[in-house]
């Protein structure tokens, strides 16, 4: 597989993970849920993804940026996967919406499994070679730009709910307001 076709496929993995935060902060908005201590592990798990992703769209495909990925998806994959083990307990209530049928931190494991699997595959068909003679194109530019926006927005919306102190395990209201 050529260099460019494999970041061609990572700026729309940076795309789709960039839509799942966005989606994630709407909803959050929207249906007035603010997200638990885990979600948000689960945020910042996402967001080590998408610094991968990033790197890789910006100075060219690296195994250490692979790396970082698989270490965010691996983080993430270990907190969704405590908060399922927590709401499996029998009568103890979900957490948050479900979509398809699916509560928020479902599809998050979901997500990471198929973000290693997918990155090992890469790892597997790519020859990284790390030449330096790689230049960022504009599509690239503006989906790492929006994915900073969607990171800056998760970033003040966690101050505004949890402020300077820990976040409360069943957060009711923001913080600041």
Avoid at 48 to 64: S, T
Wanted: charged share 5%.
């Amino acid at each position: 597989m050529s260099n460019k076709n494999i970041i061609f496929i990572n700026i729309l993995g940076l795309l789709g993970i960039t839509s799942v935060l966005l989606t994630a902060f709407i909803l959050q908005l929207i249906l007035n849920e603010l997200p638990c201590p885990l979600c948000l592990l689960q945020r910042i798990g996402f967001g080590m993804v998408m610094f991968g992703l990033m790197l890789n769209v910006r100075y060219g495909i690296k195994q250490r940026h692979y790396g970082i990925i698989l270490i965010g998806a691996v983080f993430g994959l270990l907190t969704s996967l405590h908060q399922i083990l927590l709401h499996v307990i029998p009568n103890t209530p979900a957490y948050g919406s479900a979509i398809f049928g699916f509560h928020y931190y479902t599809w998050a494991f979901i997500l990471f499994i198929t973000i290693i699997l997918s990155v090992s595959i890469l790892l597997i068909l790519n020859d990284i070679d790390g030449n330096g003679n790689y230049v960022i194109g504009k599509f690239g530019r503006y989906v790492c730009l929006g994915a900073i926006a969607v990171i800056a927005l998760n970033v003040v919306a966690t101050f505004f709910e949890c402020g300077p102190f820990q976040c409360p395990y069943d957060p009711i209201n923001y913080w600041l307001f």
